[in-house]
T-cell receptor, first 111, second 110 residues
């Protein structure tokens, strides 16, 4: 079962903010929202995760709606190196067999 | 720390051959995973381990075997390679929530 829905692709101008949406309308109370990205041919890279509050780290910000049914990953100043496939995943904080990758959003940063 | 390392980077196998994909981590993580990624698709979990001596099947385990004799190592074994196993294989480890991935092994079965 697909637990998240993301647009297939997006473009963003270099230097502008990239806002990547994710719908997770069936999220459970104990499930977190995780974001990973995969730059061409490399292993996925963890970006950020959150439960219900907005989160920010050195890479990105995560905005989760009050009802937790959707979220947005924000890259504040996109660079060409941010071109990648971005995966939104919902899962409990603990446990092993619960990181399900969909097809993600292919973000292209345009010079 | 080297993080998660995988060998080899590339391999071509003939149908019916066997091989072992190596994975090692130096972060003392209990959890380790093997994924495969087919072209244009997301990652699918093959096997995982929650600690030395403990392994379990993921979403697509058929045709593969694993072992976990130490915390550091989690090799993936293909016994009778088939063209359907042509894919990129990623190993990962985790402590809590965040998974750290290796650089991948690109396997082609002809």
């Amino acid at each position: 079962d697909a637990k998240t829905t993301q647009p297939t692709s997006m473009d963003c101008a270099e230097g502008r903010a990239a806002n990547l949406p994710c719908n997770h309308s069936t999220i459970s109370g104990n499930e977190y929202v995780y974001w990973y990205r995969q730059i061409h041919s490399q292993g996925p890279q963890y970006i950020i995760h959150g439960l219900k509050n907005n989160e920010t780290n050195e890479m990105a910000s995560l905005i989760i709606t009050e009802d937790r049914k959707s979220s947005t990953l924000i890259l504040p100043h996109a660079t060409l190196r941010d071109t990648a496939v971005y995966y939104c995943i919902v899962r409990p904080l603990t446990g092993a067999n619960n990181l399900f990758f969909g097809t993600g959003t292919r973000l292209t940063v345009i010079p | 720390n080297a993080g998660v390392t995988q060998t080899p980077k590339f391999r071509i196998l003939k149908i019916g051959q066997s091989m072992t994909l190596q994975c090692a981590q130096d972060m003392n993580h209990n959890y380790m995973y093997w994924y495969r990624q087919d072209p244009g698709m997301g990652l699918k979990l093959i096997y995982y381990s929650v600690g030395a001596g403990i392994t379990d099947k993921g979403e697509v385990p058929n045709g593969y075997n694993v072992s976990r004799s130490t915390t550091e190592d989690f090799p993936l074994r293909l016994e009778l390679a088939a063209p359907s196993q042509t894919s990129v294989y990623f190993c990962a480890s985790s402590y809590e929530g965040e998974q750290f991935f290796g650089p991948g092994t690109r396997l082609t079965v002809l």
